[in-house]
């Protein structure tokens, strides 16, 4: 892996610029060849994690981010201070009720774990720490 297959960015807790990481990586995806449906799980993924802290994590210190590109997936960590929550403890949502019958919260945590191979938790004291990643076919340039 090259330094150039790695994005490592912050964002202000309380106001998080999501424009301007999904910019970032959509920069970062290009430059490496990748799909855009791939772009688009990640970018998705990014703007329901990061959404999610900003209304309900408390975090103080800025989110951080972490992308990595590799021959064959691609791994996302985010870390911030917030209160201890793990997303992956949550029920599944009933995506088969009407609309009106749901109960609200918990979708966008199943749609990024629908979207990616993997999603893992860990509270690494004081920090949350949710890493994802998705395989992807291996680039003729790794």
Known sequence: MNVTDTLDTQL???APDIG???N???ALFDGCGLPPALFQSFAMAFDEVISNIAAYGSAHDP???HVSVGADEVRAEV???GVAFDPLQLPDPDVTSALDDRAIGGLGVYLV???MD???YER???LNCLSFRKRVAARPDA
């Open 113 to 115: 774990r629908q979207m």
């Open 63 to 65: 989110i951080r981010i």
């Open 12 to 14: 202000d807790a309380q």
């Open 118 to 120: 993997e999603v893992a």
């Open 79 to 81: 870390i911030d201070d």
């Open 124 to 126: 690494r004291e004081p």
């Open 24 to 26: 970032r990586l959509q």
């Open 20 to 22: 301007e990481l999904v």
